[in-house]
């Protein structure tokens, strides 16, 4: 194993323990700001959050958001980053960011890739040019972005396969994690995370628990999760994770989720969340509101004059009624903006709220409440209310 | 009207008839005026009766095609009738997004001249339409008070930037950048510059240096360039920025070099600069 790995880039402060969940309210202290957790980190793919400006991501109380490497490798291009000296600069974002190893990108959007012990050879679609993503070339790109947090090259497999490919990506996954702790070249400006893998089964993923953890890295994801399989699955693999991982680092769930998703995962004792759903879904013109969705386009919005929710003070509700809303989403461009600023808000506001419930010590209290507004006829999704129920939360 | 009594605009254009036919059909462009007119007086008689637009103001649509009789006919009529102000319909091309107003074309600075001599000096004149800033001098000369932004829409549209000189603070990009602009419509580039061009990857300057806008207060022509070359819609927000800002200072330019008596030498330095 290397030698200790200085920590100053992060550090962890439990603020508060839920006395009845694994719910944990934490200060995590980046290099470009402080950020409270749980928290929700949207998605910015390609250094921009779909048309809104970092000044507008600021005033929501983002403090942290995601970049893609696979995007932000091919364009600008880790070049550019090198000449304008990062990502932050580049866009304009003051706060902390955080990139993806480029690894899901290429599996889940190119066609042909191909994974070797070596890395993941796929033709690029940019400029279809063969190319080769190693550990070390993953870590060299997301040098040159610079964000705050960056993310081990990782072997993924699909969550719904399994059988022996499932057993072999979890342990190229531990080797890839040594060479990219060995290639990390800013140690004292970038946290590089571990990502635990094994699929669903629970063997798997407790040796890639015990493994990854004897590894010195300022802190771990949960990934290979929230593509696809059964909800019944998912929270148990995260629950097992968050069992074993050292509590004095964070826990980032990757690809998780919807509010609901938060709220449960937050009970388990996740820290970190991000998704692409608030912002995908603004932009086909839904909002996301306490009682869960307000579709935008439906005819009984058209002659509502309240804003999509009176207690938003995004500029979305301060200004624009559901009504007019209405006339322009899905017509006009400014409409999907609008939207995704008002979604961001809500997610924003829906992790302070969990921060600050927690910290009262009345999550149980928080999370029954929010689930009611959810599910007014009580319908709870079964695996809701086993996960709850595995922390002491019982869904009333 | 009705339409007009739900809005409750500040001012309206009553409805008019600007389908003036094929360019020189005398009997069609007539047909168009006197439309227009009976429009106007029923609008009129609407207006006078309406509560909810007693605060609004109508304004009168001067039609007549390309034959200057009609022209001046329609602009007679009109302007007896008690409007606040005129608009001056039927002269943009209607063709192709990209298309500027020329107004040295088809003699049409010569119909709007006959149209502004009937006109009355206090009561605003509007012309709609995509005007370069060339053409919007020359309009500003010939007596034309009020203009929309079509032409700055447009150049966003097509991922530019409009970077002409609006005042000898700022430090135009066309000027700083050279004559390197690419080979498409040399004619249009002179206002403006792409921001696709490649050129700009790695220039970290504002996209006119000096400009007060958001855009060029907060990002990069490598940012903008980026942005719009993966087609992320930031990219067009941030361009309309400044774009709206550096057309709108062209106009308090102009109402500038018309208080000081300097309204030529504007017209001169926007040919010189920027003009084949």
């Keep these: ?396 | 009207m009705s339409v007009q009594e739900a809005f409750k605009p500040d001012w309206y254009q009553a409805l008019c008839d600007s389908d003036a036919g094929k360019v020189g059909s005398r009997k069609r462009a007539h047909k168009s005026v006197e439309r227009t007119l009976a429009y106007l007086d029923r609008c009129l008689e609407k207006h006078k009766e309406s509560e909810v637009l007693r605060h609004s103001c109508i304004f009168g649509s001067i039609e007549g095609g390309s034959v200057a009789e009609e022209r001046e006919l329609s602009a007679k009529e009109t302007a007896k009738r008690p409007v606040a102000g005129f608009v001056l319909e039927g002269l943009d091309t209607n063709g192709p997004l990209d298309s500027v107003l020329p107004l040295c074309e088809n003699g049409k600075k010569e119909i709007i001249q006959s149209i502004l001599n009937e006109l009355p000096d206090e009561k605003p004149r509007i012309l709609h339409g995509p005007l370069d800033p060339a053409n919007i001098l020359a309009a500003v000369e010939l007596g034309i008070d009020i203009f929309d932004s079509t032409y700055a829409f447009l150049v966003t549209e097509r991922n530019a930037a409009l970077t002409f000189c609006v005042s000898p603070d700022t430090e135009s990009m066309a000027s700083n950048v050279g004559k390197l602009q690419d080979s498409c419509n040399l004619q249009r580039n002179l206002y403006e510059t792409s921001l696709t061009d490649k050129i700009f990857k790695d220039d970290f300057r504002p996209l006119v240096v000096g400009c007060q806008c958001y855009t060029c207060t907060n990002h990069t022509r490598a940012y903008v360039h980026h942005l719009v070359n993966v087609g992320e819609l930031l990219g067009k927000t941030l361009l309309m920025l400044h774009n709206l800002y550096h057309f709108l200072r062209f106009f308090e330019v102009i109402q500038l070099a018309l208080e000081e008596g300097t309204f030529e030498k504007l017209q001169n330095m926007i040919a010189t600069r920027h003009c084949n």
């Design chain 1, 1 to 396: 194993m290397s030698a200790p790995v200085n920590h100053s880039a992060l550090t962890l402060k439990v603020l508060a323990e839920c006395s009845v969940t694994k719910a944990r309210a934490c200060q995590l202290s980046l290099p470009h700001s402080v950020v409270d957790t749980p928290v929700f980190m949207p998605v910015g793919t390609q250094g921009s959050l779909k048309g809104i400006t970092p000044e507008q991501l600021e005033n929501s109380g983002c403090q942290i958001m995601l970049g893609n490497t696979y995007h932000l490798g091919s364009n600008p291009g880790a070049e550019l980053f090198d000449k304008v000296g990062g990502l932050h600069k580049f866009m304009g974002w003051k706060r902390n960011l955080l990139t993806d190893s480029g690894g899901f990108q290429m599996v889940s959007l190119v066609a042909l890739s191909e994974v070797t012990e070596e890395g993941v050879r796929f033709s690029n679609p940019y400029d279809a040019k063969d190319m080769l993503l190693t550990p070390e070339k993953s870590i060299e790109i997301q040098n040159s972005i610079g964000a705050d947090i960056i993310m081990q090259l990782d072997d993924v497999v699909s969550s719904t396969i399994s059988g022996p490919r499932v057993e072999e990506a979890m342990g190229r996954s531990i080797r890839w994690l040594d060479r990219c702790i060995e290639a990390h070249k800013k140690t004292k400006t970038q946290n590089l995370f571990a990502i635990i893998q094994g699929g669903l089964d629970s063997r798997l993923r407790t040796i890639c628990l015990n493994e990854m953890s004897k590894r010195n890295v300022p802190g771990f994801a949960i990934g290979g999760l929230s593509g696809g399989e059964d909800k019944n699955d998912f929270w148990k693999m995260v629950t097992l994770s968050t069992d074993f991982l050292p509590k004095h680092k964070p826990r980032y769930l990757m690809g998780v989720g919807f509010p609901v998703d938060l709220v449960v995962c937050s009970a388990l004792g996740c820290d970190m969340f991000d998704c692409v759903y608030p912002t995908r879904t603004a932009r086909f013109g839904t909002a996301l509101i306490p009682t869960g969705k307000l579709d935008l386009k439906k005819k009984g919005c058209a002659e509502d004059f309240r804003p999509i929710d009176e207690n938003c003070s995004c500029s979305t509700c301060r200004q624009f009624t559901r009504a007019y809303l209405h006339t322009i989403v899905t017509k006009e461009t400014v409409a999907s903006i609008l939207l995704t600023i008002h979604n961001i808000q809500y997610q924003m506001d829906l992790m302070r709220s969990i921060k600050e419930a927690i910290i009262q010590d009345k999550y149980p209290e928080f999370v029954n409440d929010f689930m009611q507004k959810q599910f007014p006829t009580r319908n709870y999704p079964e695996w809701t209310v086993d996960a709850l129920a595995s922390v002491n939360i019982k869904l009333s």
